[in-house]
């Protein structure tokens, strides 16, 4: 469903570590709202998710930002809490016009039986971005469930096209990137942050989307995380030298 899922490419162990390290933080520092959202991040992906839905909502309380909102939203999405994620969600959109957040407002409108709505929303996520895949994906199924079996073709055709394009795509250049320009700006960084857990749940062999990830995470100030993302692009590429230097850098 979502970047924190359970299927994460962090181990439970080194996650279990890290909920404790947070916790232990937290007690001397309680306002931390980076650490708990660590934390709450760590629930999540364990499967803990009234664990994380509580301390999403102490980061709310803290520093109400869209991520947290946006993180909130998907937990609560998770267990069912269907009105409170479609709040959760407007509350993000109505700052920011981030195509996952219409993607999961969807969902959370489609699971309430608010078909028409959901396709609403998953129409103003493909506006913005208009190879959201699993947007398509989810607008075909819903029209297929419609009965409205030509249009759900036609958006079935684009998800195969788009697949295609992507696989052709994963051997050329189109991995030489750098990102170090945007840490200076924590605008970028949360975006970058968002950008890169996308790319690696799509390519989860690649080592330096975790790289990446990894100083992403560690310029947020998310040390725990990042060194996760250093330590699993070293599990990809034990050879990768900065990763290592970055992973042992303490």
């Known amino acids: 469903m979502d970047n924190y899922s359970?299927?994460?490419y962090y181990s439970e162990g080194l996650l279990e570590e890290a909920i404790q390290e947070n916790i232990r933080k937290l007690e001397t520092d309680?306002?931390?709202?980076?650490?708990?959202?660590?934390?709450?991040?760590?629930y999540?992906?364990?499967?803990k998710i009234d664990e994380a839905i509580k301390e999403y909502r102490k980061c709310?309380?803290?520093a109400p930002s869209s991520e947290y909102w946006n993180n909130l939203g998907k937990a609560l999405l998770n267990v069912g809490q269907y009105d409170e994620a479609v709040n959760a969600f407007k509350q993000?959109?109505?700052?920011?016009?981030?195509?996952?957040?219409?993607?999961?407002?969807?969902?959370?409108h489609k699971s309430s039986g608010n078909s028409e709505e959901a396709l609403n929303q998953?129409?103003?996520?493909?506006?913005?971005n208009p190879k959201y895949r699993e947007a398509i994906n989810e607008k075909a199924q819903i029209l297929e469930a419609l009965?409205?079996?030509?249009?759900a073709l036609t958006e079935y055709k684009k998800v195969i096209a788009l697949f295609f394009s992507e696989y052709q795509a994963r051997d050329t250049e189109d991995y030489c990137y750098e990102t170090a320009v945007l840490l200076d700006n924590n605008d970028l960084i949360d975006e970058l942050i968002r950008q890169l857990r996308q790319h690696i749940q799509k390519y989860p062999g690649f080592a330096d989307g975790y790289y990446k990830l990894g100083q992403a995470l560690e310029a947020k100030g998310l040390r725990n995380e990042a060194m996760m993302a250093f330590r699993r692009a070293l599990e990809i590429n034990p050879s990768y030298e900065i990763a290592r230097k970055s992973f042992w850098k303490r």
Not at 44 to 47: Q, S
Not at 92 to 108: E, G, I, S, T
Not at 122 to 128: P, V, Y
Not at 147 to 151: I, L, M
């Open 122 to 128: 998953l129409n103003e996520a493909l506006k913005i």
């Open 92 to 108: 993000v959109l109505a700052k920011n016009k981030w195509p996952d957040a219409y993607f999961h407002l969807a969902l959370a």
């Open 147 to 151: 009965n409205r079996k030509d249009e």
């Open 30 to 42: 309680p306002n931390n709202h980076l650490l708990r959202c660590s934390l709450a991040n760590s």
């Open 60 to 62: 709310i309380e803290i």
């Open 44 to 47: 999540f992906r364990i499967g």
């Open 6 to 8: 359970k299927s994460s």
